[in-house]
């Protein structure tokens, strides 16, 4: 059966809560609608909040316990944090020096102790440790897109869409320890 949910203007990213009970649709709002991210129950198929968020959101991304959800901001330069209890944003971080920093691909280590969170203005990755909300930033080549985690968290794979590379971060001491070549303009990353 195909079921088709409404949800907010220019729907962008999308992510699944690991237990599987939740979907997030970042809505771009385009100027027409507000910029929000919608929460569907997957039990009924049917949009249970909307949470308005920075401007532009584009990624998301969740705990792996399910209690959290990272939206990137394209353009207010900000990662919202939404508690997926609640569904209300409890922190707007920003991930770079002003002007917007249109931030992209975001991905949250297994143990949720750290997001990485890819920056193609500034040719970096931020990364936030979620127990301050702090944000550190790693050097990557040029214009970081998609970001994925291994699954015992010890590395972030970055696609390098400005450089035809894919940059790998030691999660330890967030240092790229390797760059790989890729064919022309990489964009998403996944992690089997």
Known sequence: MTVTIPVGVSPTG???SPDGSRVYVTNQGDGIGPSTVSVIDTKTNTVTANVRVGVLPTFVAVT??????Y???QSSGTVS??????????????VGPPPSTDPNGVVVTPDGSKVFVAIPALDSVSVIDTATNTVSMIAVVAEPIGVAVTPDG????????GSNTVSVIDTTNNTVITTIPARNGPVGVAMH
């Open 81 to 94: 944090v939404i508690n997926a209890t609640t569904n209300t944003v409890i922190a707007t971080i920003p």
């Open 71 to 73: 939206v990137t901001n």
């Open 14 to 16: 999308v992510a699944v």
């Open 64 to 69: 792996s316990d399910s209690s959290k959800v």
């Open 154 to 161: 010890s590395k972030v794979y970055v696609s390098n869409f």
